[in-house]
């Protein structure tokens, strides 16, 4: 769950009261959320310093890796020079601290060769990695550090142009005919459309990247790191893919949830900004019918986790659920 950035400031300052921070964290989240301005809210913390940004923190001897090259990627040289000064170089207070910008840009064998770092640091040592996709981040990485969710300032919701077309969709329910087929497909048609266009969009921002990557690297590798790149790359499609689908997924209940809200009488909303639009169903349909639509959807978002195919599961749950 996603905290607004000072709550969780306050949580990890109670963790340091009792002794009991870990030494290595994924701080996430969207750009809206300031990654990099907490990341220096929790070093300040740490050390007890007031410094005004990570490039004040590198004025001090700290590692700052950010993604570099043609191919904005974090080369396996990159980390290995963090681990060195990591080692060997005294920190603030005798604190060792290294952060990694846009973490999840790490090549492959770069996040590999951090594992070591991230099982046995030194005495001391606090790690930040900041990102803005922690799915693209390999298991073994993930599992290493605590990971804080960050909210944009204020706890406002940033919504992604696919969130922004699904709100839209969403808004216009009230003006489909009730319980018939065609307007189950209608519905259910949008949504997969919208899933089409994310993959869509994913797949050529990446096959981009691994174009950059082929140009910059073909005179210093071999074919195998050829086909495990692209290997690397489909899984990567995929994992942003389903992100993606499930923060979509989440939306779509999210605003079915705030239908059922208005019929109780709940004040807590969790799309306010879309409180008329939903009111407005909530008295079109009956309580019985919004509590259909939720358990057919709360059934899709469950099957996706599966190895259920996907066009199947979109069929059944949306003629369930408005046919």
């Not at 950035?5 to 809206?32: C, D, F, M, N, V």
């Not at 019929?263 to 306010?272: F, I, K, S, T, Y």
Request: glycine content about 4%; charged content about 25%.
């Amino acid at each position: 769950m996603p905290f607004p950035a000072k709550h969780a400031l306050s949580l990890l300052t109670r963790a340091q009261e009792r002794a009991r921070l870990g030494h290595a964290y994924l701080i996430s989240g969207p750009k809206e959320a300031r990654l990099e301005a907490f990341a220096v809210d929790f070093l300040n913390l740490v050390a007890n310093a007031h410094h005004a940004d990570l490039e004040a923190w590198k004025e001090q001897g700290i590692p700052v890796i950010r993604p570099e090259s043609k191919s904005r990627r974090i080369v396996i040289e990159s980390i290995r020079s963090l681990e060195q000064q990591i080692y060997l170089s005294p920190g603030p207070g005798g604190n060792k601290f290294g952060v990694i910008v846009d973490a999840d840009r790490m090549m492959p064998q770069a996040q590999n060769a951090f594992l070591k770092t991230l099982e046995e640091p030194p005495p001391g040592t606090l790690l930040l990695l900041l990102s803005p996709q922690p799915q693209r981040l390999l298991d073994t990485i993930l599992s290493r550090v605590i990971h804080v969710p960050l909210l944009p300032e204020a706890g406002a919701r940033v919504f992604s142009e696919a969130e922004q077309q699904l709100l839209k969709v969403l808004s216009g329910l009230s003006r489909l005919k009730e319980g018939n087929l065609a307007s189950a497909l209608a519905i259910r048609s949008e949504f997969e459309g919208l899933l089409d266009e994310v993959k869509d969009q994913i797949t050529r921002q990446l096959e981009e990247e691994f174009d950059k990557e082929k140009d910059y690297y073909k005179n210093t590798t071999d074919g195998q790191w050829l086909k495990e790149r692209e290997h690397e790359m489909e899984a990567a499609i995929e994992a942003q893919y389903q992100a993606q689908r499930e923060a979509l997924m989440e939306l779509l209940l999210c605003w079915m949830g705030d239908v059922m809200r208005h019929q109780v009488g709940a004040e807590r909303l969790d799309l306010p900004e879309y409180a008329e639009a939903t009111r407005v169903l909530s008295q079109r349909w009956d309580s019985r019918t919004v509590t259909r639509r939720v358990h057919e959807l709360r059934r899709l978002h469950a099957n996706l986790h599966t190895n259920v195919n996907e066009t199947l599961a979109l069929d059944v749950a949306f003629i369930s659920a408005f046919a």
